[in-house]
Every structure is written in structure tokens, then in C-alpha cells.
């Protein structure tokens, strides 16, 4: 039979204390971690950053698609006048 120490070191999440590898892993300690945490402080900032690049981008092609529409509406019109 293993003793109490074998089966609370054995596993990974356990440290012998019966606690997982956050410690007292209670709602509020993990809330209060994941806030204070700025690893991931960086990784939001490059995604809003990509995002307003995205909303920029696409908002250009918009104008320039319509730009280039009445382009070559304007030179349809000419052709179709020139052709009569």
C-alpha cells in the first residue's frame, strides 16, 4: 500500500499539501492572478494593434474599389458615346 507522502507527491499538480499548482486554487485567488499576470498584457496589445490594421485596411480598399470603379465606368461611358 503507498504511503499518504507517495500519493500526494506523485502527481504533478499535487505539492503535499493538497494543493494544485495555482496553491489555493479558489475563483477569486485565479481572477485575481490571471489580472495581475502581464504576460499576456503584449499579446493583446499586437492583436488590437492587427485588428486596427485589419479595420484600416479594409476601409482603403473600400474607397479604392469604389475609386476604381468609377474609373472604369467613366470609360465605359466615353467608349459607348464614341462608338455611336
Known amino acids: 500500500m503507498l504511503s499518504d507522502e507517495a500519493t500526494t507527491n506523485d502527481h504533478p499538480r499535487r505539492q503535499g499539501n493538497g494543493q494544485g499548482r495555482w496553491g489555493d486554487a479558489t475563483m477569486l485567488n485565479v481572477v485575481k492572478r490571471v489580472l495581475a499576470d502581464e504576460d499576456g ?3 493583446i496589445e499586437y492583436a488590437l494593434l492587427a485588428a486596427f490594421v485589419a479595420l484600416a485596411a479594409v476601409a482603403a480598399m473600400t474607397q ?3 475609386a476604381i470603379n468609377n474609373i472604369y465606368t467613366r470609360i465605359s ?4 458615346t464614341a462608338g455611336s
Not at 461611358?77 to 459607348?80: D, P
Open 41 to 43: 498584457q503584449d499579446l
Open 64 to 66: 479604392l474599389g469604389t
Open 77 to 80: 461611358s466615353t467608349l459607348g
